[in-house]
Nanobody
Framework: QYQFEESGGGLVQPGGSLKLSCTASGFVSDYYTIGWFRRAPGKDPEGVLCINSISGITKYADSVKGRFTASRDSAKNTLTLQMNSLKPEDTALYYC???????????????????WGQGTQVTVSS
């Protein structure tokens, strides 16, 4: 059973930065996908980024490319999300999630993930 520790959300002005961190435990295999998702009120969940555990290849949503950067510490099972140039439309509850196969990174689709953190709120507002 997976467990997650998420941190780093908060309130920031447009153009500002935040860093989210997720430490996961309970992995039973080296083959998995770990990612960040977000859900804004009234909207469907969106995959922000997903990482293949074996190759390290990262798939970013078009909406965050060039602004968000992921880094992973495999030894500590920690995934960090550096968010720069934040916009009001980035406001959402951000979740760390795991899928039990490494190929899930490519589509980074909400339905493929079965283990979720509790979420951390990011609010971008002046």
């Amino acid at each position: 059973q997976y467990q997650f520790e998420e941190s780093g959300g908060g309130l920031v002005q447009p153009g500002g930065s935040l860093k989210l961190s997720c430490t996961a435990s309970g992995f039973v295999s080296d083959y998995y996908t770990i990612g960040w998702f977000r859900r804004a009120p009234g909207k469907d969940p969106e995959g922000v980024l997903c990482i293949n555990s074996i190759s390290g290849i990262t798939k970013y949503a078009d909406s965050v490319k060039g602004r968000f950067t992921a880094s992973r510490d495999s030894a500590k099972n920690t995934l960090t999300l550096q968010m720069n140039s934040l916009k009001p439309e980035d406001t959402a509850l951000y979740y760390c999630a795991v899928a039990d196969y490494s190929g899930a990174y490519y589509q980074c689709r909400y339905d493929d993930f079965h283990a979720w953190g509790q979420g951390t709120q990011v609010t971008v507002s002046s």
